[in-house]
């Protein structure tokens, strides 16, 4: 596997059901991204980790917990998710976190439905 | 105001064509000025990026910014079917790249 993988590519949840996302970069990286992509907005970003310690939460909801094991592998769980949840959810990484030259590297996404 | 503004499409161009996306922004700490490009069913890949003011060629594309007018653009020149695609512009300040604020995306198609 190359580049930054996620899994499922699809998700079809329940409000009430508890799913997690599963995000793995193949590149080195030491800082990973949780984005939100709705239809006919921008990209929303989420989390941000940076060795492993989450350096940013945008407000989110607590619906949405992350998790970071190690540099590789970021996770979001969830639960108890609304309608207004689904959309395509990115997961990406980058060297280092910071500077003007730290290039993102996105994932294909997730694409989920909540019902 | 959103703070990343980017012509809303969608666009739809002929083969050959020359294709000029843009974004205009108000925050002048902006200082990394990014074009993403993202095909159906797949996340956003770098196509470009710009430090500050000038212009940027890779191949057939040129990235320009304008930073005392707050405008990027993205040229795609001899457009092709495989650049139907949408677009997103991105920008970040010098110490916060990793934070980069996006554009809503302009959805190109290039028809043979």
Redo the contacts between chains.
Sequence with gaps: ETGVTQTPRHLVMGMTNKKSLKCEQHLGHNAMYWYKQSAKKPLELMFVYNFKEQTENNSVPSRFSPECPNSSHLFLHLHTLQPEDSALYLCASSPTGGGGTDTQYFGPGTRLTVL | Q?E?EQDPGPLSVPEGAIVSLNCTYSNSAF??FMW?RQYS??????LM?T?SSGNKEDGRFTAQVDKSSKYISLFIRDSQPSDSATY?C?M?S????????????TTLTVKP
């Design positions: 959103k990343v200082q990394y993403y069913r797949k996340g956003p890949e770098l990026y430090y997103l991105a970040s010098n110490t916060n790249a990793g934070k980069s604020t996006f554009g809503d995306g």
